[in-house]
């Protein structure tokens, strides 16, 4: 019971610090569900929370432009998340994409891409990881550069050994524009 309560007072805590902060690092401790309590892993996110109607990030400046939207899968592969872009006053961006997926098979591994709808050659944004070792599966995005004109996401599947070119399309994600 005292580790239901002890769970019950840290996401209350968490999702208060969240409402209230700026952006920084929250972290979170994932808690076995067994009688032992033991911690199987650290997962650390950062998280961009406006103050009020705007966003400032001390590092990049006020938020122009949010885009965000939903992960679906394709291919018949089963997925589904979320993905939001930050585009900063000083031309950066920032994105961070949490996906539900199955792991991926041995000798494979998932990355994500930017896609324009001008063509342009796509962005590798890196390769997903599973910090608690199941579904959940996220990556984290920074760019000196505004990539307001890449507004699709695509999840792939790559073989090992690394590719300059998008594996096949297991998931994707379009990116809706809108300011605060």
């Known amino acids: 019971m005292k580790s239901h309560q002890s769970l019950f007072v840290s996401l209350a805590a968490f999702i ?8 920084g690092t929250v972290s979170i401790n994932n ?16 998280v961009l929370m406006p103050a009020g109607k705007e966003l400032v990030d001390p590092q990049h400046g006020k938020e122009m432009e949010l885009a965000y ?5 394709e291919n018949g592969t089963l997925a589904n998340g979320v993905a939001t872009a930050h585009y900063f006053q000083d031309g950066s961006t920032n994105i961070g994409l949490q996906v539900n997926i199955a792991d991926a098979k041995e000798g494979t591994y998932y990355d ?10 796509p962005i590798n944004m890196g390769q997903l990881t599973a910090a608690a070792g199941d579904v959940r599966h996220s990556l984290t995005f920074d760019s000196k550069d505004n990539l307001s004109k890449y507004a699709k ?6 073989q090992n050994g690394g590719s300059q070119t998008p594996g096949q399309t297991v998931a994707s994600v379009t990116l809706q524009a809108t300011s605060r």
């Open 16 to 23: 208060l610090l969240s409402a209230c902060s700026t952006g």
């Open 31 to 46: 808690q076995s569900s067994s009688d032992s309590g033991g911690v199987i892993g650290v997962q650390k996110l950062n």
């Open 69 to 73: 939207g939903a992960v679906t899968g």
């Open 112 to 121: 994500a891409w930017l896609e324009s709808a001008d063509g342009s050659q």
């Open 153 to 158: 996401i695509i999840i792939t599947l790559q």
